[in-house]
């Protein structure tokens, strides 16, 4: 029984706790599928639109997760019900668009770079919070902020650092977009109805991947057969980012929490950094090293708490408390 059904049953069955060799293995996994997927679309986006890319990858996702949630006993609410609704417009708006603004911006941006801007997306997180749920800013939240937007900033900055913006800056202001759509979607689930995580994220992907292929039919009717290195990324992506990796992030949730989740997240850029620098040969720099520690540095003060006992003790939304939250794919980038 998942954390979902007890849920919707009322009933409480505290789940088994991870061993210490698998936990290890799946924070590992989940660490390489995410920070290897930022360079499956940097390669990917040579070979064929983004349109496509994206229209395809959500393609497998949802193949496989709908197969995932069948083989594993779920059942589908009925195409009236609201559920529909809802996870498909999370499916739009925590899949299809960031999916598609980032493979965009990677036509230009490195993958490492990729990862770093969209690592800011806890911060953008509890700015959204502020003005669409309870969770208002505080003293820290806002300071982190601000810590956090400079370490953004410093992306847009000439590599010598000089006035004025890089030559890429749209094209990294489309991935900070892909950020945003990925902090309202985590806000927006909060409230979602209650549903089993499975049947959740196939709903997404289903409706993401026509979605999907809709735009890219309109946008690009010839551009749809994929090479074999295309083909390849697809694959990578579909099943690794959007299919195996929504299995995982769910198990995590379940078995280990949410706070252990936001710490896991810091990694993935870190990942995609060095995997861009050692197979992709792309080039490593100081201002991406300082724009990264600058960010964590924002996010770690952003969720410092208040001492005073007597204080509400508030931190950044989290959607896992108190219903499953659907894969959202950030740091996702795909987490989608």
């Known amino acids: 029984m ?13 789940p088994k706790p991870l061993s210490r060799p698998v936990l290890l293995t799946l924070c590992l996994s989940l660490i390489l599928i995410w920070g290897s997927a930022f360079n499956f679309v940097g390669v990917g986006v040579d070979h064929i639109s983004p349109f496509w890319l994206t229209a395809w990858r959500l393609v497998v996702g949802a193949l496989f ?14 195409l009236t019900d609201r559920r529909w609704v809802w996870y498909s417009g999370l499916g739009l708006t925590g899949a299809v668009v960031p999916f598609l603004l980032m493979a965009q911006g990677q036509k230009t941006v490195d993958s490492g770079l990729t990862a770093v801007i969209v690592g800011a997306m806890p911060l953008i997180t509890i700015l959204l919070a502020h003005f669409f749920t309870s969770e208002k800013l505080t003293l820290f939240k806002i300071v982190g902020f601000f810590i956090g937007f400079l370490g953004v900033a410093v992306l847009f900055l000439p590599d010598d650092f ?18 945003f759509c990925y902090g309202g979607t985590t806000v927006a689930a909060k409230n979602a109805p209650i ?12 409706a993401a991947s026509v979605a999907g292929v809709g735009s890219a039919l309109i946008v690009d009717p010839g551009g749809h057969v994929p090479n074999l290195t295309a083909l390849i990324m697809i694959l990578l992506l579909g099943f690794g980012a959007t299919g195996i990796a929504t299995i995982l992030y769910l198990v995590f949730i379940e078995r280990v929490g949410p706070s252990a989740m936001a710490r896991l997240n810091y990694f993935p850029p870190v990942a995609s950094v060095v995997f861009g620098v050692w197979f992709l040969h792309e080039p490593f720099t100081w201002k991406i090293a300082l724009a990264f520690a ?12 208040r001492t005073d006992p007597s204080a509400p003790q508030m931190d950044w939304p989290d ?7 659907p894969p959202i794919p950030a740091v996702r980038p795909d987490r989608d």
């Not at 549903?195 to 289903?206: H, Y």
């Open 2 to 14: 998942t954390g979902l059904d007890q849920a919707a049953t009322g009933q409480v069955v505290q």
């Open 65 to 78: 997760l709908t197969a995932y949630a069948l083989l594993s006993g779920a059942r589908f609410p009925a």
């Open 162 to 179: 000089a006035v004025g913006l890089t030559g890429d800056w749209k094209a990294q202001l489309l991935i900070l977009g892909a950020a």
């Open 195 to 206: 549903t089993n995580a499975a049947v959740g994220a196939a709903i997404m992907m289903i």
């Open 294 to 305: 600058i960010i964590i540095l924002g996010v770690f003060v952003s969720r410092i708490r």
């Open 319 to 325: 959607p896992d408390q108190g219903r499953p939250r």
